[in-house]
């Protein structure tokens, strides 16, 4: 069974991810993302049959109320400690390019 | 043509939580410098992992119940992604399709008093985003507001008209402010509100092609952006046209709706579980617990307030806010010694009482006049010690300084003038004053008596009772 993406497809995804690919790019990733699919369909091919869906692989199983915290306040970073990667900033803000779509 | 408008709902509640939803950051941060209520989780720096708050699982919970919702054994967290600045990790901690409740409803009353039931779909958990600034050329972001705790509440498309989303909306605030889970406050950002609306020919049983309005921040504006839609759209159909599938926004100022994006530009969000969080398992004694932990809910305290006497549309209105109803049950309990029926108290808080707390700006909770000094001003005015228009000052007076009602109607002598030698003088020095009123009587113009109370009353400078003014009048004209 094959899952070929078409390219049209892959360019969708990479505008999704905000991704610029090379014609070149979007080839191999084509291929690679078809071949992903692939192996998803041969799992689908087990028999699940009396299994219970799985809605997650992490489970604390019997415990009660599993990972989970007290709502207690802990301390935060120091402004200057947030901001100290941003590319830019303004008044103790993250600085942006311009959001255009409001 | 006539049209039936289709109408569901997404509210947005952030809960009212010490700490925020997947970390321990202050909730508090209404009044913070930006960026300082902020931490490796909801900054979504990378390997930071997110823990969940149990308390605000419990409020989605509580709120499912008191929905009248479902609560699934298993729920589970999902991504949403989608890019945006102010969205810190590109991806929101959402409940895509195993929410913690579903499948409720919710009882409005509608103004000529029928009710109707609005079913809920859903009441599930996701994240806040930051809050961005559009300064033009660039953008400025603040993350306090990244990884509030926040509750979206979905309905299905069971809403008719802008009224019914407004009493809707009123509702689900009660309850929410009655449960202590959010204080449902649009003006402030802490409830929003999102609307679609499609139109269908009267009668007909198929879907039109549905408009969303995002960003609605007022009760008001919900109402106004829906019965504007209603308009244009069906202006739309009317002259053949086709009703464009669109986002839209509601521009408060030029009281219309904007476009703000079309179809073709719609969000693909590829959704898929969690993976750093796990599934949340509603185990039947929690739920118990959470169920025992319920107040008594608008719907109750409104069933109570009409087997005591009260109209189902004053009742409803009376229990809207829990300060309210709590005034007004106070109010009713001390109203049985003072001799004041529940109706009666009903209709002097619903006038003379919230016409003054509008006036004045103030909140029930902290005003001067005490639950069982109005009631005690009713009994003086149902007993006949005091007419109404004197309870209207002595109310005026009580709510300015505190003072109770029988002190203020001792001290400005409003006691009603209801010993009948005194009326009886006064009455006849009306006749004799007022010749032509008397003859019109006699000649069966019955509503002089009308003017003939009015001289009466302003002779005593309205402490008569009008009710015996006029049977005296009777009595003497014949
Ligand atoms: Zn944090």
Not at chain 2, 72 to 87: G, I, W
Not at chain 2, 118 to 127: G, M, S, T, V, Y
Not at chain 2, 189 to 194: D, I, P, Q, V, Y
Request: glycine residues 8%.
């Amino acid at each position: 069974m094959s899952n070929t993406l078409t390219l049209a497809e892959v360019e969708h995804i990479a505008e999704l991810a905000k991704l610029g690919l090379t014609p070149q790019e979007a080839q191999m990733f084509q291929e690679q993302l078809s071949a992903i699919l692939d192996y998803a369909a041969m799992l689908q091919q087990v028999d699940t049959e009396g299994v219970l869906p799985t809605a997650q692989g992490l489970d604390s199983g019997e415990a009660e109320r599993p990972g989970m915290r007290e709502d207690r306040v802990a301390p935060s970073l120091a402004q200057a400690q947030a901001l100290a990667n941003a590319p830019a900033q303004q008044d103790g803000q993250f600085k942006v390019h311009p959001i255009l779509d409001e | 043509m006539d049209y039936e408008a289709i109408i569901g709902m997404e509210v947005h509640a952030q809960l009212k939580t010490a700490s925020k939803m997947f970390c321990g950051c202050d909730a508090n941060y209404a009044a913070a410098p930006p960026n300082t209520h902020v931490c490796p989780v909801c900054l979504g720096l990378p390997g930071a992992l997110p823990v969940m708050n149990r308390v605000a699982i419990e409020y989605v919970l509580m709120a499912g119940l008191a929905l009248n919702c479902a609560i699934p054994e298993e729920a589970k967290f999902d991504r949403k992604n989608y890019p945006y600045p102010d969205l810190v990790k590109g991806y929101q901690i959402s409940q895509y399709d195993m929410p913690l409740s579903r499948d409720g409803w919710i009882e409005i009353r509608l103004e000529d008093g029928t009710a109707k039931r609005i079913r809920i779909r859903r009441a599930h958990l996701e994240e806040d985003t930051g809050k961005s600034t559009h300064m033009g050329a660039y953008s400025l972001v603040d993350y306090n507001r990244s990884g509030m705790p926040l509750m979206e509440v979905v309905t299905e498309p069971d809403i008719r008209s802008g009224a019914e989303a407004w009493a809707y909306l009123t509702k689900l605030r009660a309850i929410l402010r009655y449960l202590g889970i959010a204080s449902g406050n649009m003006e402030e950002g802490a409830m929003r509100c999102e609307v679609n609306i499609s139109l269908r020919p009267a009668g007909s049983a198929a879907f039109g092609t549905k408009v969303e309005v995002k960003n609605l921040n007022s009760f008001r504006s919900v109402r106004q952006s829906i019965d504007y839609e209603i308009k244009r759209q069906a202006a739309i159909l009317d002259a053949g046209g086709q009703v464009e599938q669109v986002t839209m926004g509601w521009d408060e100022n030029a009281g219309r709706t904007v476009v703000q994006r079309s179809k073709e530009e719609a969000n693909d969000y590829r959704y898929f579980p969690e993976p750093d969080l796990p599934v949340v398992r509603a185990r039947r004694a929690w739920v118990d617990e959470l169920r025992a932990r319920l107040p008594e809910l608008p719907d109750a305290r409104q069933e109570r307030l009409i087997a005591a006497g009260l109209r189902p549309y004053d009742a409803q209105v009376l229990t809207e806010e829990r300060e309210v109803a709590e005034y007004v049950d106070a109010a009713l309990s001390a109203g049985q010694a003072a001799g004041a029926d529940a109706r009666s108290i009903s209709n002097w808080i619903m006038g003379e009482l919230f016409r003054l707390l509008k006036e004045s700006g103030q909140d029930i909770a902290t005003i001067q006049v005490a639950p069982g000094e109005l009631a005690a001003l009713v009994g003086l005015v149902n007993r006949g010690a005091i007419n109404a228009a004197a309870g209207k000052q002595v109310l005026e007076e009580m709510f300015a300084t505190g003072r109770p009602a029988a002190a203020i109607v001792e001290a400005r002598g409003l006691a009603q003038i209801s010993d009948s030698s005194e009326l009886e003088r006064i009455v006849e020095e009306a006749i004799a004053a007022n010749p032509k009123a008397v003859q019109d009587y006699r000649e069966g113009k019955k509503a002089a008596v009308g003017f003939l109370t009015g001289q009466v009353m302003r002779a005593s400078r309205g402490k008569a009772n009008p009710q015996v003014v006029s049977e005296l009048l009777r009595a003497k004209l014949g």
